[in-house]
Nanobody
Framework: QVQLVESGGGLVQPGGSLRLSCAAS????????MDWYRQAPGKQRKLVAA???????NYADSVKGRFTISRDYAKNTGYLQMNSLKPEDTAVYYC???????????????WGQGTQVTVSS
């Protein structure tokens, strides 16, 4: 079994910063991409930032220059550093990863449970 657990969300004032973490655990052989999505109330889940196994990154236009995606390969943990936060960044943030199981050798698409980020004064 593979699990992704996000942490680091919370309430922050506009202009503030947060760092989200996504820890992958279980019988993991390898992780391909480790991406971040967000879903605001009444809206579809959208990609915020992506990081592939080669180190290439991709950001939604709305967060470019403010958010930075990174990963600690040794710890199987991904991060999303969010700076200059705006009220429109308020959403539940989800981690998504393609993970190959050590037990079955099968690849699976896994999601975390989400962490709430609220930007408000």
């Amino acid at each position: 079994q593979v699990q992704l657990v996000e942490s680091g969300g919370g309430l922050v004032q506009p202009g503030g910063s947060l760092r989200l973490s996504c820890a992958a655990s279980g019988t993991i052989l390898r992780i391909n991409n480790m991406d971040w999505y967000r879903q605001a109330p009444g809206k579809q889940r959208k990609l915020v930032a992506a990081l592939d196994s080669g180190g290439s990154t991709n950001y939604a236009d709305s967060v470019k220059g403010r958010f930075t995606i990174s990963r600690d390969y040794a710890k199987n943990t991904g991060y999303l550093q969010m700076n200059s936060l705006k009220p429109e960044d308020t959403a539940v943030y989800y981690c998504n990863a393609m993970v190959q199981s050590l037990a079955t050798m099968a690849w699976g698409d896994y999601w975390g449970q989400g962490t709430q980020v609220t930007v408000s004064s």
